[in-house]
Nanobody, 120 residues
Framework: QVQLAVSGGGLVQPGGALRLSCAAS????????MGWYRQAPGKGRELVAN???????SYTDSVKGRFIISTDNAKKTVVLQMNSLKPEDTAVYYC??????????????WGQGTLVTVSS
């Protein structure tokens, strides 16, 4: 099994910054991609950003230039630095990790959601 430990989130004023961190542990052979999704009230879950093996990144258009995703491969950790936050960034954020387990099975793991609230 693969476990994801998520930290960060909380309440911040518009224009502020927050940092989300997600550490993967367990029976992991390799990681293919790590990323963050979010779900705002009344909306579906959307990809915010991900980073794939080799370092290629993707961001949803609304966060480009404000959010930065990075990884520490040795620690199997992915970090989302969120800057210039807007009220529309308010959502529950979920960590997602895809890879291969030690038994050579493909896995996709989700962390527990963490609430980010941007409000004055």
């Amino acid at each position: 099994q693969v476990q994801l430990a998520v930290s960060g989130g909380g309440l911040v004023q518009p224009g502020g910054a927050l940092r989300l961190s997600c550490a993967a542990s367990g029976l992991i052979f390799s990681i293919n991609a790590m990323g963050w999704y979010r779900q705002a009230p009344g909306k579906g879950r959307e990809l915010v950003a991900n980073i794939r093996v080799g370092g290629a990144t993707s961001y949803t258009d609304s966060v480009k230039g404000r959010f930065i995703i990075s990884t520490d491969n040795a620690k199997k950790t992915v970090v989302l630095q969120m800057n210039s936050l807007k009220p529309e960034d308010t959502a529950v954020y979920y960590c997602n990790v895809r890879g291969v387990g030690t038994g050579h099975q493909v896995f996709e793991a989700w962390g527990q959601g963490t609430l980010v609230t941007v409000s004055s």
